[in-house]
Each structure stands twice: as C-alpha cells, then as structure tokens.
T-cell receptor
Framework: DGGITQSPKYLFRKEGQNVTLSCEQN?????MYWYRQDPGQGLRLIYY???????QKGDIAEGYSVSREKKESFPLTVTSAQKNPTAFYLC???????????FGPGTRLLVL | SQQGEEDPQALSIQEGENATMNCSYK?????LQWYRQNSGRGLVHLIL?????REKHSGRLRVTLDTSKKSSSLLITASRAADTASYFC???????????FGKGTRLSVIA
C-alpha cells in the first residue's frame, strides 16, 4: 500500500447525504483510478484520470463524481443519486494508463 | 467491459501443495498482469508478462501466457497459509484505456 493513502478507513452515509472519499499519492504518477468492489466480486471502474484537470467515466460512473485539481489527489464523491453505495472503494495510481497500478488500502462505505 | 476471467472462482488446498489458477481473455493484449488481494486490503502487483513472453518466474510464482489460446496461468508452488488471498489477472487492450481486471480466484491454503 506504500505511496498511496485513502481516508477514512470506514465511512458512514446517511440517506440523501453526499460523502467524499480521499485518495492521495506521492508516487508522482500521472494516472489515478477509483474502483468499487462488492463482497466476493471483482473490481469495477468508476472513474479514472490520466492527467491533472482531466478525467473519464468508467463502467459505473452514475451517482459518483470526481475532481483532479492536483496531481497528488483524486477525491471521489458518492452522491445521493447513488442508491446502493455500500461497498469497498479502492483508489489506485500508475505512471500512465495501462501500466502497473498501485493500490491504496481502501475505504469501506456503509449506509446508516 | 469484462476482459479477463479467472478459473476456478475458488480453490482450497493444503499447505505445501501447488496452486494453479487460470485467466482467459477475449481480445489481443500487450501485457497481462497478476495481482493479489488480502481480505479487506488493496491489491498488490505480483508479476507482469508481455505478449512476446511465454513464461516468467518470480520466487515461488510461475506465470505462463499462451496468446494463441488467449489464456494465462499462475502457479504458486509449495503454498503457505500466508498465500491465502484473492488473485486477479488484469489485461490491457489496444488504445489508451485502463487495465481490465477479472473477477478473481479466492485461494484458501489450509495449514
């Protein structure tokens, strides 16, 4: 997990609330990613960014938003439009798209 | 956009035995990577094999790639309880798009 951090480790969301998950990397990587993982399942790509001030939707972007104002940071907001947000969220970074990805420790989001 | 599919979905073996898991994919690739995920943690990169390579070793890991069959296998020799984890293959495709991860194989090594 070295070089990429996620916070908080656990996050609780009330109905109708937006919550933001933090992801920071000190690897000087250009590309960053957000994945959702449901129990016993694989990774599904939410959003990715190849460079500062640019990002693209992944396979399941609805109900999520991101920003990439700094190279080191790629926060993910889970909006109230995401009706089933309970999952494990993983952030990753890589030197460039298609290169080896380095993952953070994850944030587990639970709904109250 | 599922590209890689691991097989089996779950595997349970005794400590000391070898574990083999397979990954099949659909389109041409440049590289194939294997990652490991311990329960409740992030993924960790294990090994990358390029499309012009047939076999690669790293410690107790052996990866093979058969581009004609669009498949790869990961062999863990002399498994240990600490190898208990999920293992994912990830493939890249043509164009400037992210890696695509399979659904993983859950390996349980019983001491």
């Amino acid at each position: 997990d070295g070089g990429i951090t996620q916070s908080p480790k656990y996050l609780f969301r009330k109905e109708g609330q937006n919550v933001t998950l933090s992801c920071e990397q000190n690897l000087n990587h250009d590309a960053m990613y957000w994945y959702r993982q449901d129990p016993g399942q694989g990774l599904r790509l939410i959003y990715y960014s190849q460079i500062v001030n640019d990002f693209q939707k992944g396979d399941i972007a609805e109900g999520y938003s991101v920003s990439r104002e700094k190279k080191e940071s790629f926060p993910l907001t889970v909006t109230s439009a995401q009706k089933n947000p309970t999952a494990f969220y993983l952030c990753a970074s890589s030197q460039a798209v298609q290169e080896t990805q380095y993952f953070g420790p994850g944030t587990r989001l639970l709904v109250l | 956009s599922q590209q890689g599919e691991e097989d089996p979905q779950a595997l349970s073996i005794q400590e000391g035995e070898n574990a083999t898991m397979n990954c099949s994919y659909k389109t041409s690739i440049n590289n194939l990577q294997w990652y490991r995920q311990n329960s409740g943690r992030g993924l960790v990169h294990l090994i990358l094999i390029r499309s012009n390579e047939r076999e690669k070793h790293s410690g107790r890991l052996r990866v093979t790639l058969d581009t004609s069959k669009k498949s790869s296998s990961l062999l863990i020799t002399a498994s240990r309880a600490a190898d208990t984890a999920s293992y994912f293959c990830a493939t890249d495709t043509s164009g400037n798009t992210p890696l695509v991860f399979g659904k993983g194989t859950r390996l349980s090594v019983i001491a």
